[in-house]
């Protein structure tokens, strides 16, 4: 298992998030009023910000996989939200079937998108096995279901993914996890309460930071992880402010179960949440993502 630290200004000066008009860049100057629709930062963090987060971390990688991959014939995307990384993978491999997977039915904002002949989408849940035959795939992908899948499920659901993908086949997890470098108090408070929201709900963040153990536990050989390290905030760029506003919004989104499941007042987590962005300035902090990917 090899860890490393890819080259962050290839990420920030890479051109696709700076390319004008690219699917989820948000057009400040276009407001932001509440409910506007349009590509102005309501729209934006509705229905774009999925797209925006696709983009951001297929120029991290510089790829959307890392895996050894050679003409796979078929291609699995668990969790595969928008479809975009599975309409890429189908222009990228054109002999090969792509599928998505994923519990919610395509969304308008993904129907807007074309939809090459050789991807389809397959509605199902994950946690209760997938429907597809034993060896199906020769690559299996799922990216970014940390918040989907309670901790004890993920053995299962890993073994399912090992379970559909052919023997010599390649199977590839990339996720967020709870760690941060360089971090500020508000950080550490809000991350005192994640963990705290964590042991109440069954979710687990820090299980991400071992997914090379999870691959290696269901039996799959040759497996490599990289740890992702990103600058949160304009700090780091484009990529960096990108990053901040994605994180920011998901903690936003989290309010209502922050404050009934730890019993914390509106007044306090606002408090907190309207420090962060700065805070990560002020600290440079980091945020991390993980990838790891193993052959069956
Ligand atoms: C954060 S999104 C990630 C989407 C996509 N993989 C990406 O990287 O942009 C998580 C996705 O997992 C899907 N999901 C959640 N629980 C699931 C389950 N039990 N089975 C299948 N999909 C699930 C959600 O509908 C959502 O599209």
């Avoid at 948000?26 to 509440?34: E, F, L, Q, T």
């Avoid at 078929?74 to 054109?94: K, N, Q, S, Y």
């Avoid at 939809?115 to 946690?127: D, E, K, W």
Wanted: hydrophobic content about 40%; glycine content about 8%.
């Amino acid at each position: 298992m090899a860890s490393s630290y890819p080259n962050w200004h290839t990420f920030r000066d890479n051109a696709i998030l700076h390319s004008a008009g690219e699917p989820g860049e948000p057009d400040a100057s276009k407001g932001c009023k509440s409910g506007s629709v349009g590509r102005g930062w309501s729209a934006w963090e509705t229905k774009s910000r999925p797209l925006t987060r696709h983009y951001f971390l297929k120029s991290l990688l510089g790829s959307n996989y890392a895996a050894p991959i050679d003409y796979p014939k078929r291609i699995l995307d668990v969790g595969c939200g928008t479809g975009i990384w599975g309409r890429e993978m189908a222009h990228a491999f054109p002999d090969a079937q792509v599928v998505g997977f994923d519990i919610e039915p395509q969304t308008p904002v993904s129907h807007a998108l074309e939809v090459p002949s050789n991807c389809l989408f397959v509605q199902g849940n994950a946690l209760q096995g997938l429907p597809f035959a034993n060896q199906d795939f020769d690559f299996t992908h799922q990216r970014l279901m940390v918040a989907a899948l309670p901790a004890r499920a993920w053995p299962y659901v890993v073994s399912e993914l090992v379970r559909v993908t052919r023997a010599g086949g390649w199977i590839e997890l990339v996720e967020a996890a709870d760690t941060f470098e360089r971090i500020g108090p508000v950080t550490k408070k809000y991350m005192e309460w994640w963990h705290k929201l964590e042991s109440k709900t069954g979710f687990d963040a820090s299980l991400m930071t071992k997914l090379p153990t999870l691959l290696i536990k269901a039996g799959l050989s040759q497996v490599k992880d990289r740890v992702l390290q990103v600058p949160l905030g304009t700090w780091g760029g484009r990529g960096g402010e990108l990053l901040a506003k994605d994180l920011h919004a998901i903690f936003v989104n989290l309010k209502p179960v922050y404050c009934s499941q730890l019993k914390l007042s509106e007044k306090e987590f606002d408090k907190a949440l309207n420090a962060l962005p700065q805070e990560w300035e002020t600290y440079q902090t980091y945020f991390h993502f993980y990838l790891a990917y193993g052959q069956k």
